[in-house]
């Protein structure tokens, strides 16, 4: 499966600010690990969730791709969730894709 954390430029840039004290207007070299940061965090608690219910994920290294027009679309027919979020930063989006036999 697959767990995608995707959010607008301002969203990021605003949850950076927040969560380093600092107020950030563009992506700077000291944010850009911020997405994979966040990722571990959300897939930790995912993971130790899921897992009790039966699944068997494991950790792995997130992936970052970052651009001002990249579509994420689905690479097959497998199920998935998709959970929009609003902040008072902007919104974001979490996506659980699963296996297809689970």
């Given amino acids: 499966g697959a767990l995608i954390l995707g959010f607008p430029a301002q969203t990021y840039l605003g949850i950076m600010s927040r ?11 000291e944010i850009r690990d911020g997405a994979a ?12 969730a899921l897992n009790q219910r039966g699944f068997a994920i494991k950790q792995a290294i997130p992936t970052v791709a970052q651009g001002e027009k990249i ?32």
């Fill in 19 to 29: 969560l380093l004290g600092m107020e950030y207007k563009e992506l700077t070299p």
């Fill in 71 to 102: 579509q994420i679309l689905p690479s097959s027919n497998r199920p998935s969730v998709i959970v929009p979020y609003t902040t008072d930063v902007g919104p974001f989006y979490i996506e659980l894709t699963t296996n297809a036999d689970r």
């Fill in 37 to 48: 940061e966040l990722l571990n965090i959300i897939l930790g608690q995912v993971k130790t």
